[in-house]
C-alpha cells in the first residue's frame, strides 16, 4: 500500500469514527431503525453532519445533507450504514445524496436488510460516485446488530446479562442478592436496558427481589423497555411492583403455559397485565413462540436479566445473540446458586461457544462481553 494509500485510510478512519459517535446519541431511541451517523467533509473540515434521531423521522444522510446545503456539492459523505434504496417511511437517501452531488461516499458496512443490501452502493456507482466500504466495519456492525439479527433471523435480538461471583454463582445460597456488584455496574445495567425493547425475567428473579426492570439511572429512553415475565404457572403476585406499580409504565407481558390456573391468569389479565399462554417446550414455555408474540408486539430487541433456568434454556435453544458478565470479586460457595441450569452438555465438542468483544473494569467489578452470532 502506497504512502497516499494508507494516508486515506486513516482519514477515512478517522471520520467514520465521528460518524458512529454521532449515531450512538440517539441509543433507546430509534427501533425499528438502526442507529446511523453521517459526516459531510469538503477538504479537511465536516460541512455538515447528521443521524437518525427516531423511527420516521430523517436519515441520517439526509440531516447530513441538509445542514451542509450547497457546500455538499463535490464534498466526501462518510456514513455508518449504506444508504437506503428503497422508499420506505422516509424517501430514500441514494437519490438525495445524487442530486446533491457528493462525488464520494464512504461506508461502514452493507445493510443486511435484503431489500438494501449492496443496491444502495450500486445505485450511487452506477451514477458515477465513487465508493468505498468496509471502513471501520467492526465498529458500524456493532451499531446496528439489532437489525443484523432482525434481518437475517427474523427475529429480536437476545441479549443475555448476568452479574455473578469470582465462582460463578449468581446469588447467595439463602437471602437477596440484589447487590452482588457495585453501584457502576448497576448503572451500566440501567445504559444497557435504556438501548433494548424488552426485558426478560423468569418468575423465580420476580419472586425472589421483586424489580421494576425500568431505566432509573442516566438519560430517558423513547419509552421504558417492556417487562416480560416467563411464568409457565402464571404465579406472579398481584402485589408485585410489575403489577402494582408497572415501573416502566408498560403493562407487563406474562407468557404462561396453556395448563396455567386460569383463576391466576383471569386475576392477572384484570390487574392489567397482558397474558399469553403457548405450548410447553419440556415443561418450560416454548421460547419460539414467546419470541414470536413479541416480535408481534413490535419488539426488536431483548436484554434477558434471569435467571439460571432462563438464561440456560435460552442458551440450549440457541437464540442468544451478545453476553454480557458482569463479574464480582468474591466467592459465594457451591451452595449458592449457579449461574445455569444443566445445558446437556457431555464433552468439550458440544461447548456453545462464543468471540469476545470487550473486557475492562467497571468500578470494583469487571465487565466480559462476546458473541454467539456471526455478523457482517
Given at each position: 500500500?502506497?504512502?497516499?494509500?494508507?494516508?486515506?485510510?486513516?482519514?477515512?478512519?478517522?471520520?467514520?469514527?465521528?460518524?458512529?459517535?454521532?449515531?450512538?446519541?440517539?441509543?433507546?431511541?430509534?427501533?425499528?431503525?438502526?442507529?446511523?451517523?453521517?459526516?459531510?467533509?469538503?477538504?479537511?473540515?465536516?460541512?455538515?453532519?447528521?443521524?437518525?434521531?427516531?423511527?420516521?423521522?430523517?436519515?441520517?444522510?439526509?440531516?447530513?445533507?441538509?445542514?451542509?446545503?450547497?457546500?455538499?456539492?463535490?464534498?466526501?459523505?462518510?456514513?455508518?450504514?449504506?444508504?437506503?434504496?428503497?422508499?420506505?417511511?422516509?424517501?430514500?437517501?441514494?437519490?438525495?445524496?445524487?442530486?446533491?452531488?457528493?462525488?464520494?461516499?464512504?461506508?461502514?458496512?452493507?445493510?443486511?436488510?435484503?431489500?438494501?443490501?449492496?443496491?444502495?452502493?450500486?445505485?450511487?456507482?452506477?451514477?458515477?460516485?465513487?465508493?468505498?466500504?468496509?471502513?471501520?466495519?467492526?465498529?458500524?456492525?456493532?451499531?446496528?446488530?439489532?437489525?443484523?439479527?432482525?434481518?437475517?433471523?427474523?427475529?429480536?435480538?437476545?441479549?443475555?446479562?448476568?452479574?455473578?461471583?469470582?465462582?460463578?454463582?449468581?446469588?447467595?445460597?439463602?437471602?437477596?442478592?440484589?447487590?452482588?456488584?457495585?453501584?457502576?455496574?448497576?448503572?451500566?445495567?440501567?445504559?444497557?436496558?435504556?438501548?433494548?425493547?424488552?426485558?426478560?425475567?423468569?418468575?423465580?428473579?420476580?419472586?425472589?427481589?421483586?424489580?421494576?426492570?425500568?431505566?432509573?439511572?442516566?438519560?430517558?429512553?423513547?419509552?421504558?423497555?417492556?417487562?416480560?415475565?416467563?411464568?409457565?404457572?402464571?404465579?406472579?403476585?398481584?402485589?408485585?411492583?410489575?403489577?402494582?406499580?408497572?415501573?416502566?409504565?408498560?403493562?407487563?407481558?406474562?407468557?404462561?403455559?396453556?395448563?396455567?390456573?386460569?383463576?391466576?391468569?383471569?386475576?392477572?389479565?384484570?390487574?392489567?397485565?397482558?397474558?399469553?399462554?403457548?405450548?410447553?417446550?419440556?415443561?418450560?414455555?416454548?421460547?419460539?413462540?414467546?419470541?414470536?408474540?413479541?416480535?408481534?408486539?413490535?419488539?426488536?430487541?431483548?436484554?434477558?436479566?434471569?435467571?439460571?433456568?432462563?438464561?440456560?434454556?435460552?442458551?440450549?435453544?440457541?437464540?442468544?445473540?451478545?453476553?454480557?458478565?458482569?463479574?464480582?470479586?468474591?466467592?459465594?460457595g457451591e451452595k449458592a446458586v449457579p449461574l445455569l441450569k444443566d445445558l446437556g452438555i457431555g464433552t468439550l465438542a458440544e461447548a456453545i461457544r462464543g468471540r469476545w468483544l470487550a473486557y475492562r473494569r467497571i468500578g470494583k467489578d469487571m465487565l466480559l462481553e462476546f458473541e454467539l452470532v456471526e455478523r457482517v
Amino acid at each position: 500500500m502506497g504512502t497516499h494509500d494508507m494516508r486515506q485510510e486513516t482519514i477515512d478512519t478517522f471520520w467514520m469514527k465521528r460518524a458512529a459517535a454521532l449515531a450512538r446519541k440517539a441509543e433507546g431511541w430509534t427501533s425499528p431503525n438502526p442507529l446511523v451517523g453521517a459526516i459531510i467533509v469538503r477538504g479537511a473540515k465536516s460541512v455538515g453532519h447528521g443521524y437518525h434521531a427516531k423511527a420516521g423521522l430523517p436519515h441520517a444522510e439526509r440531516n447530513a445533507l441538509e445542514k451542509a446545503g450547497n457546500a455538499a456539492r463535490g464534498a466526501v459523505m462518510y456514513v455508518t450504514l449504506e444508504p437506503c434504496s428503497h422508499l420506505g417511511r422516509t424517501p430514500p437517501c441514494v437519490r438525495a445524496i445524487i442530486e446533491a452531488g457528493i462525488r464520494r461516499v464512504v461506508g461502514g458496512i452493507v445493510d443486511p436488510n435484503p431489500e438494501v443490501h449492496g443496491k444502495g452502493f450500486a445505485a450511487l456507482r452506477a451514477a458515477g460516485i465513487e465508493v468505498t466500504t468496509g471502513v471501520l466495519a467492526g465498529t458500524c456492525g456493532e451499531l446496528i446488530l439489532p437489525h443484523f439479527v432482525n434481518s437475517t433471523k427474523k427475529r429480536p435480538l437476545v441479549h443475555l446479562k448476568l452479574a455473578l461471583s469470582a465462582d460463578g454463582r449468581i446469588a447467595p445460597a439463602s437471602g437477596p442478592a440484589r447487590w452482588l456488584t457495585g453501584l457502576p455496574a448497576r448503572r451500566f445495567g440501567h445504559r444497557l436496558r435504556r438501548r433494548y425493547d424488552a426485558v426478560l425475567v423468569g418468575i423465580g428473579t420476580v419472586l425472589k427481589d421483586d424489580p421494576g426492570l425500568d431505566v432509573r439511572f442516566g438519560k430517558t429512553p423513547a419509552s421504558q423497555p417492556l417487562p416480560v415475565i416467563l411464568d409457565s404457572q402464571a404465579r406472579l403476585p398481584l402485589s408485585s411492583k410489575l403489577v402494582r406499580q408497572k415501573p416502566s409504565g408498560r403493562d407487563t407481558v406474562l407468557i404462561c403455559l396453556e395448563n396455567a390456573p386460569h383463576r391466576r391468569t383471569g386475576a392477572l389479565s384484570r390487574a392489567g397485565v397482558d397474558v399469553y399462554t403457548v405450548a410447553t417446550d419440556d415443561s418450560h414455555v416454548s421460547l419460539g413462540e414467546t419470541l414470536a408474540i413479541l416480535w408481534g408486539r413490535g419488539v426488536r430487541s431483548i436484554l434477558i436479566e434471569g435467571g439460571a433456568t432462563v438464561a440456560a434454556s435460552f442458551l440450549k435453544a440457541g437464540l442468544v445473540d451478545r453476553v454480557s458478565l458482569i463479574v464480582s470479586p468474591m466467592f459465594l460457595g457451591e451452595k449458592a446458586v449457579p449461574l445455569l441450569k444443566d445445558l446437556g452438555i457431555g464433552t468439550l465438542a458440544e461447548a456453545i461457544r462464543g468471540r469476545w468483544l470487550a473486557y475492562r473494569r467497571i468500578g470494583k467489578d469487571m465487565l466480559l462481553e462476546f458473541e454467539l452470532v456471526e455478523r457482517v
